[in-house]
């Protein structure tokens, strides 16, 4: 929108006085001559208080307002206008109520300062009431007040103010009309801001009408529609602005389309406007979004005033583009400028960090920051904190949010999400938590996140809560909500909860199929998950890598030896997915758990990707249940050397001599994990009751109800005895009597949650059991039986896989 300027025009009269034309046969030019030009002491005087104002100096001009006997019309809205255009909008106000006889002009400077100062109602009140009061409205009060609905997008005001155009005659003034186009495009109603448009007959004389048109379009992401506006502005022979070009500019950028934009480039060189601070501006932020960074550099460096906007606008798209290390030489060479470094220069310049992974240097930018005093700046310390939990800096971005007076949702999502990518996702929850008590309602972002950290610690009924809540919050559910919560259910093993999410979702992708097909193979149900690729594919969904990964994983877990091989080789001849090693991984397992050693150790040797941890330890695995004594020391000697502090093939090694009565070699390779410093992380068993997350160790004493979980153990053994139970010896790895073994396989963590589960859930009730490592065949044996005797249904998931135990069966197939 053009500013209107409210003064008399004093060129004018100047030119009069200078051509010797009487003042009073131009009176009816201005309706505020008349008072002034009867009396030349006003006058002078109108003039003194008007350049007074305009240079600042209001008291000096109210000074003489003051003074003056005789006030014109002329005077008082000038001094109004003076003081509402400074925001002094109470001084104002006095004037207003004070002036004897008010016209249209004097309610439009109220009503204009109203609007400037973020006091729209007021101004919107304000028009009502010069109705209420007799005064008539004229096209620079409808602009004013429009303008008000427009800066606050208060539509419905708007909406009252174009009927009453309508009833005064004024919908066909194309200044109001300018207004009304402008405002609804500000309310995100372009196509009546369209209509109104078109139905201006004589709009091809007025470029501010086109200009508002082409940065309505703009501004409601309608970029192909703006360049057609434009092209179209142009073929009318409508001249262009400062105002124009940005905006055609900023939808070229939108859509990416350059071509278009090199094009404007070229009228506004034609025009004059490239000298011009804000289209150039415009043109170096529509390059830089185009990903034309040497021609928006080029463009900078041209620019004659140098423009912090222009150089806030490159590094943003050199950090969205992948060019890290661009956007901080950028940001190097705006200090070495002397230019000031804005509030919108560190949280861009913070981006590109993360991209390089450069913490040290993130840390000297945050020094600036404290230094240059943006510390209070909440768009700068959610960028820290973002910054830091990207890069697993987690005690830095608590720190950072720690000390916010207040933090917003982009707060407190950056810190919740940044634990749980790091894989702290216990304290991720912990961190909803404080939210929820702080009465702050999560975001979309949040809630993915939450329900991914419930996957991963298996708090089913935190994540049932949650879920809850969410409805109740009324906000829409997005694609990565319904995946992360179908995800959840899947990882806790409720797949008819995962199924009802997955056919309610109203769109699917890549992810949503493949957390479907990854958690039928992980329940046990491998082929379900192949039909469900058969599905995936007929529907259209391109499979991953990831995909693959379940896919194989599934073939391992049900024994689909030629299935798992026809997967593995349509990876790169139909889908052109290059296998890496955790495809591998899943292969040698699959070939191992069949006793295809030999097949298993000849893949590994034909990888065309250098063998992982993850391969090493299928191999590992596969020799421990075949007795593989040869091929399983090889694969723990790999293992020793890519991952010292990890205990796993110290065990699996030790486990195998141990079954192979080795038990010198057993306690060499427990004696080699203690002379390195190699911890084992001790096995243990959880459950959730009633919100509280119940742990047991081998052994357990610590626990409260202990001595019932014992009674109730010792039950369970006697039962199942009764049905066939007896402890299988070669799952107790110590060197001891058969009673000792016995003893020692009797109180394992999983059975001692089951106990618990017994005694704590009601008759019928499922129990949920889940384990860090994986159940030992004699566990997996009790577990079948118990759940017969018990007539319960116990779903355990260990390191492996869920185990779901019902009627002395498993859906694992005793295949794990």
């Not at 109210?62 to 019309?73: C, G, N, T, W």
């Not at 230019?339 to 590109?352: A, C, M």
């Not at 007076?405 to 999502?413: E, H, K, M, P, R």
């Not at 002379?675 to 959880?686: H, M, T």
Request: aromatic residues 10%; hydrophobic residues 40%.
């Amino acid at each position: 929108m053009i500013k209107l300027k409210l003064s008399p025009p004093f060129w004018f009269l100047k030119l009069c006085l200078q051509c010797n034309i009487p003042l009073h046969s131009m009176t009816h030019i201005h309706p505020f001559m008349t008072s002034s030009f009867s009396n030349p002491a006003n006058l002078y005087s109108n003039r003194m208080i008007d350049s007074l104002s305009k240079s600042g100096r209001i008291h000096e001009a109210r000074q003489l307002f003051d003074k003056m006997p005789d006030r014109d019309e002329f005077t008082w809205n000038t001094m109004i206008a003076a003081y509402a255009k400074l925001g002094k909008l109470d001084e104002a106000q006095i004037l207003f109520d004070e002036m004897p006889n008010k016209s249209s002009i004097t309610w439009s400077s109220m009503i204009s300062g109203y609007a400037h100062s973020g006091r729209g109602t007021e101004a919107i009140d304000l028009f009502w009431q010069m109705q209420f009061e007799g005064a008539k409205p004229s096209q620079y009060s409808f602009g004013s007040v429009l303008r008000a609905c427009s800066v606050f997008a208060l539509l419905k005001r708007g909406q009252q103010v174009h009927a009453h155009a309508v009833k005064t005659q004024f919908d066909c003034n194309v200044f109001v009309v300018t207004g009304l186009v402008d405002m609804y495009a500000k309310c995100a109603r372009i196509l009546e801001a369209e209509c109104l448009f078109n139905s201006m007959p004589d709009k091809n004389n007025n470029h501010v009408l086109w200009t508002a048109m082409v940065t309505g379009y703009s501004q409601n992401e309608e970029g192909v529609r703006a360049m057609k506006c434009f092209r179209d502005m142009r073929a009318e022979v409508v001249p262009s602005n400062q105002f124009t070009f940005p905006s055609v500019l900023s939808a070229c950028a939108a859509v990416a389309a350059h071509e278009f934009g090199m094009q404007v480039h070229g009228c506004i060189i034609q025009s004059g406007f490239v000298a011009n601070v804000f289209v150039g501006s415009a043109l170096v932020d529509m390059y830089a979004k185009c990903g034309l960074l040497d021609s928006a550099k080029k463009m900078l460096v041209s620019m004659e005033v140098e423009d912090v906007v222009s150089w806030n606008s490159l590094i943003v798209s050199s950090v969205r583009q992948g060019f890290g290390k661009e956007a901080v030489f950028l940001f190097k060479q705006m200090r070495e400028r002397g230019l000031r470094i804005d509030d919108f220069t560190y949280p861009s310049v913070l981006n590109s960090f993360v991209s390089i992974e450069d913490i040290k240097s993130a840390k000297a930018v945050h020094g600036m920051i404290l230094k240059a005093g943006f510390e209070d700046y909440k768009v700068t310390n959610n960028a820290l904190i973002d910054m830091y939990a990207k890069l697993g800096s987690l005690a830095c971005a608590f720190q950072v949010f720690n000390s916010m007076s207040n933090q917003d949702i982009i707060s407190w999502t950056s810190l919740i999400t940044g634990y749980g990518h790091h894989g702290d996702h216990e304290e991720a929850l912990k961190v909803f938590c404080q939210l929820r008590t702080a009465n702050i309602d999560p975001d979309q972002f949040i809630i993915s996140s939450v329900f991914s950290a419930c996957a991963e610690l298996t708090v089913l009924e935190f994540g049932r809560q949650v879920q809850a809540s969410f409805i109740r919050s009324g906000l829409p559910s997005s694609l990565s909500v319904d995946n992360s919560l179908l995800t959840m259910y899947a990882k806790c093993g409720c797949l008819e909860d995962a199924f009802q999410v997955f056919y309610l979702m109203p769109v699917r992708d890549v992810v949503s199929w493949t957390a479907l097909i990854v958690g039928h193979a992980q329940n046990g149900k491998g082929l379900d998950s192949l039909a469900l690729y058969d599905q995936m594919i007929m529907n259209g969904i391109r499979p991953d890598h990831v995909t693959f990964v379940g896919l194989l994983f599934a073939c391992s877990h049900a024994g689909q030896v030629e299935a798992g091989l026809h997967y593995f080789e349509s990876m790169d001849k139909v889908y052109g997915i290059k296998p890496g090693p955790e495809h591998y991984a899943c292969m040698i397992d699959l070939l191992g758990r069949c006793g295809k050693i030999n097949e298993a150790k000849e893949l590994l040797n034909q990888m065309t990707v250098k063998p992982d941890a993850a391969v090493w330890k299928a191999l590992l695995a596969a020799c421990r249940v075949h007795r593989n004594l040869e091929l399983g020391e090889i694969a723990a000697e790999n293992l020793f050397e890519l991952e010292p502090r990890n205990a796993m093939p110290y065990v699996l090694l030790s486990n195998i001599y141990s079954a192979s009565g080795r038990w010198a070699d057993a306690a060499r390779i427990r004696s080699l994990m203690k002379l390195r410093g190699v911890i084992k992380d001790p096995g243990c068993s959880w459950m959730e009751l009633n919100g509280k997350v119940h742990t047991f160790t081998v052994e357990e004493r610590d626990h409260p109800r202990m001595a019932d979980i014992y009674a109730k153990v010792d039950e369970m053994l006697f039962l199942i005895r009764k049905v066939g139970y007896v402890p299988d010896m070669k799952f107790s790895l110590h060197d001891m009597d058969e009673e000792g073994k016995e003893l020692d396989l009797a109180y394992h963590s999983e059975k001692l949650a089951v106990a618990f589960g017994l005694l704590s859930t009601p008759p019928g009730a499922p129990i949920r059991v889940f384990k860090n490592l994986r159940i030992c065949g004699d566990c997996h044996y009790a577990m079948k039986l118990i759940s017969k005797v018990f007539q319960r249904h116990i779903i355990l998931r260990d390191a492996n896989c869920f185990h779901h135990f019902s009627d002395s069966q498993c859906s694992c197939g005793d295949y794990w």
